[in-house]
């Protein structure tokens, strides 16, 4: 994924960013940034220069933190997979990929952002609801989708070394806990579809090495016949229609 495409998805991750760290303060003027080395009172006079500066290095992990906890995995591996498959080497071109996926990802995920938008970023912004109360509300729509797609071998797994103790409800499961477990089953789901993706081109480069061999063509490569084939194969059945269907319906079942 190019620096690009990183920023672009990290427009999205300020609606999380935005819940974390308040803003800068108003009776200071914007146009001045000030860093006074002197000790401090308290906590709350740290100085805008340091949020500033905190925010900036969120802001860096926002793209990865958002994509981690949506449908971006399982539809960009598929996809990585299904190209692969294929053979077509770049083609699609992996800005295309990437630019379907986050797409789709949007698209899947719209009920997950509405609710985080209604629930906790308005009532933030009309200064309705305090930062870590917004910040709950705003984990909540995603620990719920996450949850709705791990595992619970993988939940499992992370919760045994995480060295906590036994969770007894699913809220007792950190979120930092959650996260990897997540990773983790959509990436064996991922490879689950690529596997049934791969079969039956695997069988059109078998067929066409078999009969080369046998014509005794034995310096073409079996891979510059096949091709078209796949190509032929995957449009006649409609395959981009097929494989986004069976991506998204494996969203909302």
């Not at 797609?149 to 797994?157: F, I, M, T």
């Not at 064996?188 to 067929?207: E, N, S, W």
Request: aromatic content about 8%; cysteine-free.
């Amino acid at each position: 994924m190019t620096r690009g495409w990183l920023w672009k998805i990290a427009l999205a991750g300020l609606v999380l960013i935005a819940l974390i760290f308040p803003a800068a303060a108003a009776a200071q003027d914007p146009a001045v940034l000030t860093l006074n080395m002197g000790e401090g009172a308290g906590p709350q006079q740290v100085s805008t220069v340091l949020q500033i500066m905190m925010l900036l290095t969120v802001l860096s992990v926002a793209p990865a933190i958002l994509l981690m906890t949506t449908s971006f995995i399982r539809i960009v591996v598929v996809l990585s997979l299904l190209r692969q498959a294929m053979g077509t080497q770049q083609m699609p071109p992996n800005q295309i990929i990437i630019g379907l996926a986050m797409f789709l990802t949007f698209f899947i995920m719209s009920p997950v952002f509405v609710e985080i938008n209604e629930n906790a970023l308005q009532p933030y912004l009309s200064e309705e609801m305090g930062e870590q109360d917004a910040l709950a509300a705003a984990l909540d729509p995603m620990r719920t989708f996450m949850f709705g797609h791990v595992r619970e071998s993988d939940l499992a797994l992370m919760s045994e070394f995480s060295g906590n103790e036994p969770p007894e409800t699913i809220d007792d499961i950190p979120t930092l806990t959650l996260i990897p477990a997540f990773i983790l089953s959509e990436l064996k789901r991922a490879f689950q579809i690529g596997f049934m993706i791969f079969v039956p081109f695997l069988v059109i480069d078998m067929i066409t090495a078999s009969v080369l061999m046998t014509m005794g063509m034995l310096m073409l490569p079996p891979i510059i016949i096949s091709l078209p084939f796949k190509v032929l194969l995957f449009v006649l059945v409609d395959g981009w229609h097929l494989v986004v269907g069976s991506l998204m319906q494996g969203f909302y079942q």
